[in-house]
Every structure is written in C-alpha cells, then in structure tokens.
C-alpha cells in the first residue's frame, strides 16, 4: 500500500528507469563515475586466517574500501543520477547508522542536488560522526522524534516529506524495502558487487564459491551479492538471535 498521492511519483520513477536505467548513455556514465569517483572495482581478499580457522578457503569482498566506505555509495549515486534525469529540485533519503546517509549525501554532492536526510533523534546520538559527516558533505540532517525514534521513524519521515512534494521531491531510498520499482532498483544498482566478486574469484581462485553469504539488514547489500551469483536461485536466510 502507497498513499494515492505517490502512485504518480512511482508511475514516473518506473518511467524513467524503463527510458534510461539499462540506456548505454546511462550505464557509461554510471560505470565511469564508479570507476573514477567511487573506486571500483573493489578488492576480493583472501583471508587467510579466517579460512584456516574454519577449515576452509574464505574470500571477502571488500565494500568498505569503496568511497564513503559502503556499498550504499553504489545506490545512493545510481538513484541520484536518476532523480537529476527525472527533473528532481531536491532529494530525501532516510539513514538508520548513517551509511546511506553519508552515502546519499556525497552522491547528491556529487550530481549537484541538494540532500535532506532523515535520522531517528536515538540513531543521531549513537552514530554522531555519521552525523557530522553528512552536514560537511552539505546535507541537511534532521533529527526524527516521533515514533522509536530510529529508522523506522525516519522512513515515515522521509515519506511524509515526499507525499507534501512529490513532483520536485525525489526518495532516495537505501534498502531493498518499499513499493515497486525501489527494490528492483536498489538491486540493479547494486549488482555491481556481485558481477565484480564473480568474476575476480573466477580469475583469483579458479572457480566459483561453494557457498556465498552476506549479512543482512534492509537487504541491499545481500540482493546486489546474491543476484549476479545465484539468478532466481533459492537463498537461505538464517536469522541470529
């Protein structure tokens, strides 16, 4: 379910990933600020230590050597180079530890779009530097006291923002949550990690893993993974208490 006053807004965003997400002018674009802006291809690592204490031959994928220092710079810039081609004035996103808030906010940086993100008043206090980090790179950070006070909070927020504006606002969303078309784009925009890890543990290890794993929290990280490996095969999802 979707406010009535969004379906446009969704209807658009649809539009303008069937006209120009997978468009050659697009993905050059995308791939070369990758390249030259984000840092990719990250490394694949051999850990050593690891494998000999588990008995087997662990590589990792290293997106914490990217710009920013997460995956959510893959998103967040994808989605922003969007919101620009769309005629978006400005941009929302919502953070929950600030990866995809500092993220959106160097991408919006990056494109030339102002940022406004939302942060739960408890994650603001938990995740200060975060915090400070996102007004240097020149976005707006407002405290959410309503609610848990944590993402949850900040996602309606960020809705409640988008809903009073949705022509000239644009949701950046980090996560592979919410209505049709966001997890379908969050995912495409972040199968880069899979393609990558595809192919340099072919060419450093000789073959494909047997087991692929990835933590999960709103998914992006895990579905950018999984996908390029695996297609429509089954995942497992094994929850920690």
Not at 49 to 71: F, I, M, P, S
């Amino acid at each position: 379910y979707v406010p009535e006053t969004l379906v446009p807004a969704l209807d658009r965003l649809q539009a303008g990933i069937d006209e120009h997400l997978h468009a050659p002018a697009f993905q050059t674009e995308f791939r070369a600020e990758l390249r030259d802006w984000v840092g990719r291809p990250t490394a694949l690592t051999p850990a050593r230590a690891l494998g000999r204490a588990g008995g087997a031959e662990v590589w990792l994928k290293r997106e914490d050597l990217a710009h920013t220092g997460a995956h959510k710079i893959n998103n967040a810039l994808g989605q922003a180079m969007l919101a620009r081609l769309l005629g978006a004035r400005r941009i929302v996103a919502e953070t929950g530890a600030g990866q995809h808030g500092v993220a959106s906010a160097a991408a919006c940086a990056r494109v030339g779009l102002p940022c406004v993100v939302y942060m739960g008043e408890i994650d603001c206090q938990r995740q200060s530097p975060n915090v400070e980090r996102m007004r240097r790179l020149g976005a707006e950070v407002i405290p959410v006291t309503s609610g848990d006070r944590t993402l949850r909070a900040a996602i309606d927020e960020a809705l409640r923002d988008w809903v009073s504006d949705p022509v000239d606002t644009y949701y950046l969303l980090g996560s592979a949550v919410g209505p049709h078309p966001y997890p379908y784009l969050v995912r495409e925009l972040h199968s880069v990690i899979g393609k990558e890890a595809r192919a340099q543990v072919i060419d450093q290890a000789g073959a494909l893993p047997d087991l692929v794993i990835a933590c999960v929290g709103g998914g992006s990280n895990a579905i950018g993974l999984f996908h390029p490996f695996l297609g429509d095969a089954e995942v497992e999802i094994l929850g920690i208490e």
